[in-house]
């Protein structure tokens, strides 16, 4: 019997698609083919997805696991041949203890469930990106995916207290544990963190929640120089103390094209100052806080660290202000362009962006580059337009943005993960036996390499 | 050439010792047999350590890293035919960036080097314990350490950006980035933090230091029952935000040896009520924080939550109420003792002390059972002394405090680690397919088994 009748067999006629239906499902955010594998699968439990690894490692089937398909980097795509393993029918917040504030949530759930669910138990789940509405939190788990609130919360890796996941050959490891404190032997989930599905699928997960804060206070500054930026970042974190929740930078190419029609955002600063910053703190005593972030964000004015400030006084303001910042899509407008996510010292940004734009300039007529990121971070979003598009380009463009990281010793993968497509920059951040070590533990893992072949580590 | 003499030949013979000077080492805190290894390997570099490494992994010759040696799991001990890779020389803080708030350390630094470091640079290193003027910050590493503001900060394993270790075979992964995010593959850091000396030894490291709190606030307060301090904790949480870093429980047994001669402590709190806190907050306004504290302690008391509080004034009057919870010498006034370390949920600890002290009962007439511990990190410690001593009784004793932990899905080790002592209950924690995937990991990195054998893992 071939594998795909045994599963049937197995999960039920419905629980397997081919053909048209899975040709629909597409491949990813900003990936126009269809999805190319040969049949998609829709286990039910742990123990189906135990089943179908199961299956598959004995006839050494390869297999691509799909969260919320929201993506950057590739990591989700599943060619010919490829099986894919859909955790949406795993979609159930199995339970939440307000006391011991932690919640046990299946992987298929998206983020923005998650994030409701917490909040209608007065608690809050930090992580928080763009994709919310569509990417999963097993997804986010697979990536260690990052978004607005790391400087505060850390990223997905801090909100995981417990984690299931099945190994290649169908083994369940189950660790749902809801210590925050637990050195009983190695900590096997920081393995399935941020391997993007090479090592295992997550099943389940026990987050990590926090007290809802009490009081939100949001800016838009703009000031007059990247180095004045990073000193009132120093100041904020000074004054602010934990309080200060998002440190997000744009540069003057990123707050035109999101503050200009079509774009329909508003434009709480002028154009025309050479750097811009949303400025977010969250805590805990309504009443003394705002008075606390005006009185920092005065003294910035006063030590000339900020030029001009937009201060968010009812939540459809902080809104407005955030909707900049999220308003990526209207990068669109620049032509075919090229997204990047690159993290390094923050001393060394200044001068990796301008050789990034030199490198650009170099090569292009008129390049255009926009950067905005998590400054607080170490993270930079760079995208990169040239006016034309296709392997070779996409390849000048790939080395004008990370050669500059080598001698910064920066990474080319701040939040993405490597997925497809960073595959070929690994070692621009990480050396050979590191390279070799990821090797030995996915032989280790994987002695197959039936979970998503070809990803992360580039070929030998 | 036998392998000593190999040893001696390439590094010195400065950096081996035999005999009289090995055995002199001691085998750690609270073990009074001398050491018990074949000889002691000085280097003085990570090439010395690599070096020294490969020579073993030539020889099969078994290795323990030795740090500061206050380990409380057995984790150093070395014995007979095994040799001791000591790190002292590994001693020099090799950099401070102020800026990017990172220290890029060797080894074998002391933790309280560390933080009288960052001090000087006006910055926080935030890992703490009692152990911090011997203890070395590869040991903290090596164990993720725990200690007094982990509710605040995190462990060890959050404080870590870079790091590099030596393999079993001798070669070098070194990842000393900087950064506070880096998803470019897997993060092999978390493998080596943790894993106490079995799959490699951790020779540097970059450590993140946090800016340092301007304001202090510390109090013991006296409750009536477990329940009202586990309320009062969420309530500092909901009112002091992230500002909370460190709520430290005490039971009466404990609070009463540590404040009677001939301990040298005061008693800011008279003796009987049923429980004790220590409540500190780190804040950035030191002209807010202060009134912020006496109102959440004035309205806790008006609750009915504190029934009285001793608050800190000064540095000196800090000092004393930390000095209080830092006496855990004075317990060994009870006669012979069992230490444990222990995590679980919140909501079950009441009973869970109550099990084991009905336990302890049952086998004894009169048994001592002193708990304290970090209330807000689930953590416990358990001090069990019953008046005999030797193997048969310390496992029964084991039994009284670990079985109740199964059916509460508890942790024999919050912070302490597995060791040695720890590995016949490492199963009370993980099932035995976490174990064998714990040992396919060790087999992957240290086939010949030569790094810190029989540590952390039971035996097969």
Not at 59 to 74: A, C, E, K, S
Not at 306 to 311: P, R, S
Request: with cysteine; glycine share 10%.
């Amino acid at each position: 019997m071939d594998l795909i009748d045994r599963l049937r067999q197995e999960l039920g006629s419905d629980s397997v698609l081919e053909g048209e239906e899975v040709r629909q499902r597409g491949s990813g955010w900003g990936r126009p083919e269809p999805c190319g594998a040969l049949a998609l699968v829709r286990p039910r439990s742990t123990e189906e997805v135990s089943l179908v690894l199961r299956s598959c490692h004995e006839m050494r089937q390869p297999v691509v696991t799909h969260g919320g398909l929201t993506g950057l980097v590739g990591g989700a795509v599943a060619g010919e041949g490829e099986l894919v393993l859909s955790l949406e029918r795993l979609n159930r917040i199995e339970e939440v203890d307000a006391q011991g504030r932690t919640m046990t949530v299946q992987a298929g759930v998206t983020l923005q469930a998650v994030q409701e669910h917490a909040e209608a138990e007065g608690l809050l789940f930090a992580l928080d990106l763009g994709a919310r509405g569509s990417c999963t939190i097993g997804g986010n788990v697979a990536t260690n995916a990052g978004g607005n609130h790391v400087i505060r919360y850390g990223m997905t890796r801090a909100q995981v207290l417990g984690l299931e996941a099945v190994l290649a050959d169908g083994t369940v490891i189950s660790d749902l544990g809801k210590m925050l404190k637990n050195n009983a032997g190695y900590d096997l989930k920081q393995l399935f963190i941020g391997s993007e599905g090479t090592l295992g699928v997550v099943t389940r997960i026990v987050l990590r929640l926090w007290p809802r804060p009490r009081s939100e206070a949001t800016a838009l500054v703009a000031s007059a120089s990247f180095g004045k930026v990073v000193e009132l970042l120093a100041e904020a974190q000074r004054r602010l103390g934990s309080d200060l929740a998002a440190f997000e930078v744009m540069w003057p190419e990123f707050y035109d094209i999101v503050t200009t029609p079509p774009a329909r955002n508003q434009r709480p600063l002028e154009h025309g100052h050479p750097i811009y910053a949303l400025v977010e703190a969250l805590g805990t005593s309504p009443d003394e806080d705002r008075a606390r972030f005006e009185a920092f964000l005065g003294e910035a004015v006063e030590a000339g660290l900020v030029e001009d400030a937009a201060v968010a006084t009812t939540p459809p303001e902080r809104r407005a202000l955030w909707a900049l910042r999220d308003s990526v899509d209207q990068l669109a407008r620049l032509g075919p362009i090229y997204t990047f996510d690159v993290s390094l010292p923050i001393a060394t940004m200044e001068s990796y962006v301008a050789e990034v734009r030199e490198r650009l300039g170099r090569e292009w007529s008129d390049p255009k580059c926009v950067v905005f990121g998590h400054l607080g971070d170490g993270n930079l979003h760079v995208i990169a337009g040239v006016g034309e598009s296709g392997p070779a380009v996409r390849l000048r463009v790939e080395h004008a943005v990370y050669d500059p990281l080598r001698a910064r010793a920066g990474s080319v993968s701040a939040e993405h993960g490597i997925g497809l497509e960073k595959r070929p920059w690994l070692s621009w951040s990480r050396g050979p036996d590191e390279i070799a070590l990821m090797r030995r533990i996915k032989v280790a893992l994987d002695p197959k390499g039936i979970l998503n072949p070809g990803k992360v580590l580039p070929p030998e």
